[in-house]
């Protein structure tokens, strides 16, 4: 898979990019990641990204441009204009990182881990001209209902999510099966994981909480059950303590689960 990572701040992505998992996905040559200057489509000698918007407000947008341009020479060809318009390839995506997309969810990881492209524009300053929203992107999504200063940091997220689901990316596959938000109904029936129901009904739940040596610390004991050697006792145990977590620290899924 490759990514292509638009934005005004290049060096920003040299630490995020180079540990880990992602780091180790590079040298294997899993993933490509090109980090992609905006400034380089400029035309003026100031390298103006920016303008005030149209009908007055506070700060500045990114002009649509450098933006059309820079996606344009990544992809090798033009996207077209209103008279007509040219998709990009069925694996490629290109993505808007903003405060106004869609949530980014594990759901959405998925999806984009079955693609041969992602590109991602970084959002900045007070926002991206709607035209790049409506006409260039082909989706646009945020990491959150909260505003960052720009869309790099929701981008490393992106790139590190759907890095860690290709295959060979993680060392034990069967860990991005076996985590939070890992559950789903496919063509009606479960995908068994560790936080499964029988409930014929989709479930998100987080993780179930986790133990290690020493089994007391401070005073602390780990819960008898998982030293007991009862699996059926253990994944009982698990699957009550995902939805208690889940109910106590994401009340919003714990009533889609019931």
């Not at 998925?110 to 590109?119: D, F, G, H, Q, T």
Request: hydrophobic share 35%; glycine share 10%.
């Amino acid at each position: 898979m490759r990514f292509d990572l638009i934005t005004i701040f290049s060096e920003f992505f040299a630490g995020p990019l180079d540990h880990g998992i992602v780091r180790r996905a590079k040298e294997a040559g899993i993933v490509q990641i090109h980090v992609q200057d905006l400034r380089e489509f400029t035309k003026d000698r100031h390298r103006t990204v920016d303008d005030r918007p149209f009908g007055g407000g506070e700060g500045m947008v990114l002009k649509p441009e450098p933006l059309f341009e820079a996606v344009e020479k990544l992809l090798g060809h033009s996207v077209g204009d209103a008279a007509g318009s040219r998709k990009p390839e069925p694996g490629t995506a290109i993505l808007l990182m903003s405060a106004a997309g869609k949530l980014f969810t594990q759901e959405t990881a998925r999806r984009y881990a079955k693609l041969e492209r992602v590109v991602i524009i970084c959002g900045r300053y007070e926002g991206v001209d709607e035209r790049v929203a409506e006409h260039l992107a082909t989706e646009e999504i945020c990491v959150g209902d909260y505003v960052l200063s720009g869309g790099e940091l929701p981008a490393a997220i992106v790139v590190d999510a759907v890095t860690r689901l290709l295959p060979g990316a993680v060392g034990n596959e069967a860990s991005t099966q076996n985590e939070s938000f890992s559950e789903e109904v496919a063509n009606g029936e479960w995908q068994v994981t560790r936080n499964s129901f029988p409930e014929p009904r989709r479930h998100l739940l987080l993780d179930y909480p986790h133990y290690t040596r020493p089994a007391e610390y401070r005073g602390w004991q780990v819960p008898e059950v998982l030293i007991g050697g009862n699996h059926a006792e253990v994944a009982k145990w698990r699957r009550e303590q995902a939805l208690a977590k889940t109910r106590r620290n994401r009340p919003e899924l714990a009533r889609e689960n019931g």
